[in-house]
């Protein structure tokens, strides 16, 4: 089930408002209660406070925007978990130097490569 949250964001949307813009006109609350979150106050300009039914129509929009933003975060942690390029690149390196069969494969590939500058020369 899709957050509150992204449901109304996807409702501002709709209806041809910023949603950043409109961040501090409205507020959602969860009293602890089993009764989950709600829309406690709604000062959007221009636009009724949406209803239960009006943002259940958002549900499948709000779980694929959520599945994206997931997918987002992982990239960015495997990103920046990873060590930089210039590592990597000193690591495979060195390894080319350590074993023959890369060594052998690094050559082929560098050979490829000064075909393909004599064939396009500058």
């Not at 994206?68 to 990239?75: F, M, R």
């Not at 080319?96 to 494969?105: C, Q």
Request: glycine letters at 4%; aromatic letters at 12%; proline letters at 4%.
């Amino acid at each position: 089930m899709a957050q509150l949250n992204t449901k109304v964001k996807l409702y501002l949307e709709a209806n041809s408002k910023v949603y950043s813009s409109e961040l501090n006109n409205y507020v959602l609350q969860n009293d602890s209660d089993g009764n989950g979150d709600y829309i406690k106050s709604w000062n959007v300009s221009g636009l009724t406070k949406p209803t239960e039914e009006q943002l259940a129509t958002y549900e499948d929009a709000a779980n694929a925007e959520e599945s994206n933003q997931a997918v987002k975060s992982y990239i960015t942690k495997r990103k920046t978990a990873y060590p930089p390029i210039g590592d990597q690149l000193d690591m495979l390196w060195h390894s080319i130097d350590e074993s023959p069969e890369l060594k052998t494969k690094y050559f082929k590939f560098y050979e490829a490569c000064k075909a393909i500058k004599v064939k396009y020369p500058k």
